[in-house]
């Protein structure tokens, strides 16, 4: 009965023995990874991580030499090439059995242990290997679920071979050593895309920098263009009116033609900066497409009868809808202009509007197609599907002199595209083309970004044709108005000035600064300002006015070379009353002048025959608004003091006695002391009405020393006596 309790006994020893060594071999592998794991944390490189791994590795195994191989994933070209080892092992020097084993643990993706190189038959070795190499042992290396190499040891020290626990701390290390690989690959690949972040938002920062320095410098050519063809278009209006011959006339009518296609060429290579820099926008508006057709179309007929060319166009009478007018015209201008262009005499060119219906799987839609045909030369069927490309030029050679700048049928399918249609050619070399442009049609529902705009041509022929403003209509006396004009092109504001002297008091400004000064100063009824000038621009010029109590009542027109919609939205949301593109019509412009100081007119009449005691009742800037409540409340807080003066309501409006006269009769009609004497009277009316005393006793209430007085001024003001009032 002894001897097995004594093997029991034995047995559980051995066990115990052996689950202790587990345990100290686990501690130590533990302790191992913790060391690798904290000297790796502190490298910056792949490199220096793996040598921290081989140099751990050395140490916990105790090998003579070590490597650790990573191989490329190049799976055809072997997973034997190396590129990347342990730079002080001896056996580098020349090929080496090393290799061969390294290529049988990566080929096979498990541990390999030779404990004596001399004895092993799958490996050929040299007599100096078989004399410096005893046993050897090699594990994988995974990283990230990949082979990506191999971990090499070579010579137990102070041992005939590895062991089976060397393999296993091995292979533990190797783990640790993917996983690190595949961290600092992680870490890496984090900082590169970084890098590439940083690059791409620098490289996305410096190309919208330089759109935006095109979009400016072809704002500005535009401006300095606009200018020039103002000054031509404006005196050769008043020429062509006063052409004696047909023969002159003819002369004028080609030269204002040129002009205005000068205009449009200007207006499409504005419009193609705006579209490569992405700032080409839709701003839909109501109007009438069969009055944009044949505004565009009737400009034509005169090129068209020069070439001999006939020119007719079918449309419905009217076709409203909401679309961005503007770029219709220039569809509708390019595609009939090259039609012309390319149609030679005894040809025909035909453009056709038409509203349809068409049926798809989300029901019907509203349709609009633009139809412009010639028989023309038509374009090489190589060439069709290039025609819409920008700066693409046909090769045709029937073209000649007549080939233009490559960016109008360009611009035509921006144009259809921003608006959701879709533009077609179909053409037959020496038959003609057809261009088919269709349109989504909503005749209602579009919400409008920009204020109802008449659909106008480019062309002054189609819009006010040679009109000119004509003589003054009223002297240059102190009782005419008096303009502010400021341009800082000396010929285009002495143009303006000669056109508009007569008419007007003139007063002239180089610049936004000087334009200030002046308009504080002489307080003109009317202001006219270029848009673009060196210092302050004719924007912030209107900003300033319109928010200074002093000349905030003081109506601005822009002018401005630069035809965009955001530019004349800008001007707008400044506070400008009117707005004007270069060139402009001189009617059109004396039109919107007198408009202008007429509603003030207007506005001045009301004041003066119904003084009120709410200025919110009218249709007047909140700068304004603001002024007349403070000027009412400063004399309402005097209101019994007879000796209240004009020069005391300055002082409480913070403004000098001129600018107050100025101010007050501008938006009242009337002059100060007749200002405050009707304030006056309108209290008295409303106390007389309430019966809060006697006539006498509520004229010295409101300020008048004498009641017989006070009943003067009543009547005058109100056309009864304060007595009627009373007994009503």
Sequence with gaps: MVEPTQTFSAERLRR?????????????????????????????????????????????????????????????????????????????????????????????????????????????????????????????????????????????????????????????????????????????????????????????????????????????????????????????????????????????????????????????????SRSESGSLTLRPSQGDAALCLSAVASSYLQAAEQKGVRLTWLAPSELPGWFDQDKIEKIIHNLVSNAVKFTSAGGEVRIHLNRFEERGGDGVRNRVRIIVEDTGIGIPKEELESVFLRFYQAKNAGWGDEKGTGIGLAMVKEYTELHGGQVTVNSELGKGSTFVVTLPWDSEGVTEEAGPEDCKSEDPDADAGLSSAGGASVLEDDRSPLLLVVEDHDDMRDYIKAHLKGAYRLIEARDGGQAVELATVAGPDLVISDVLMPGLSGVELCRQLKSDIRTSHIPVILLTGVADAEGKLRGLECGADDYLTKPFSWSELETRIKNLLETRRRLRERFSKRVILDPGEFDIPSVDEAFLRRAHETVEANLGDESFTVEELARGVSLSYSQLHRKIRALTGMPPTRYIRSIRLLRARELLTRNSGTVSEIAYAVGFGSPKFFTECFREQFGMLPSEVKKA
């Design 16 to 272: 115990l023995e052996s689950e202790v060594a587990r345990l100290t071999n686990a501690v130590k592998e533990l302790a191992v990874l913790n060391d690798i794991a904290v000297a790796a944390g502190g490298k910056l490189s792949v490199d220096d991580t793996l040598n921290e791994v081989v140099e751990k590795a050395l140490k916990a195994i105790g090998a003579e030499q070590g490597s650790l191989l990573i191989a490329t994933d190049e799976r055809e070209r072997g997973m034997k090439t190396l590129v990347r080892h342990d730079a002080r092992s001896s056996l580098r020097r020349s090929y080496h059995v090393g290799v061969d084993i390294t290529g049988y643990v990566l080929h096979r993706s498990e541990p390999l242990l030779i404990p004596d190189l001399a004895e092993d038959t799958r490996f050929e070795a040299s007599e100096e290997e078989r004399s410096m190499i005893r046993s050897v042992l090699c594990v994988p290396v995974v990283s990230r679920g990949r082979l990506v190499g191999a971990m090499m040891m070579i010579n137990k020290t102070g041992a005939a071979c590895f062991t089976e626990d060397d393999q296993r701390m091995l292979t533990v290390v190797s783990s640790l050593a993917g996983q690190l690989l595949a961290n600092r690959q992680l870490q890496d690949e984090a900082s590169r895309r970084e890098r590439e972040l940083v690059i791409a938002r620098l490289n996305a920062e410096k190309t919208q920098e330089i759109a935006e320095a095109k979009s400016r410098f072809f704002s500005n050519v535009s401006h300095e263009v606009r200018t020039p063809l103002a000054l031509i278009l404006g005196p050769l209006e008043e020429l062509a009116r006063k052409a004696s011959s047909q023969e002159d006339r003819e002369r004028f009518a080609m030269v204002r033609r040129n002009t205005s296609r000068l205009l449009h060429l200007i207006n499409q290579l504005l419009d193609f």
